[in-house]
């Protein structure tokens, strides 16, 4: 099976040995984001404009691999304070459509950056 890499600058460059996503046979792997805007390589303030610039950094690296967040159908959230978890409902609402992808919340100590949020998702293309 081949790999390939998904980059863009519709999303902040890879701050590590990793790729943006990768391709792999029909599905899509969207490395987890943090609220990083990707002109200025800084973090967003408070946890609703994260949530948001993550999902919209999620959303550039989809499009740039020929699909869209409806493709989803895993999204790992992490999050600093599992209290804002109603927040992470509310924006992903905004940004996803029904059928909803499955999903998992983990509660951690700390993120790259002092980020609040990361977010992560499989998308299926077919194959």
Not at 39 to 56: K, P
Not at 101 to 122: H, K, S
Request: no cysteine.
């Amino acid at each position: 099976m081949m790999k390939q890499p998904i980059h863009t600058t519709d999303a902040p460059r890879a701050i590590g040995t990793y790729s943006q996503a990768v391709r792999a046979g029909g599905f899509i792997y969207l490395s987890g984001q943090i609220g990083l805007d990707p002109q200025t390589m800084q973090l967003v303030d408070g946890i609703d404009a994260q949530i948001r610039r993550v999902f919209d950094n999620l959303r550039g690296v989809a499009n740039a691999a020929g699909a869209t967040l409806d493709h989803a159908v895993k999204v790992t959230v992490f999050l600093t304070d599992l209290g804002n978890f109603a927040a992470v409902n509310e924006v992903m609402a905004q940004y996803f459509t029904q059928p909803y992808p499955a999903r998992a919340a983990v509660g951690v100590a700390a993120l790259p950056r002092g980020a609040l949020v990361e977010i992560e998702a499989v998308l299926f293309v077919g194959g």
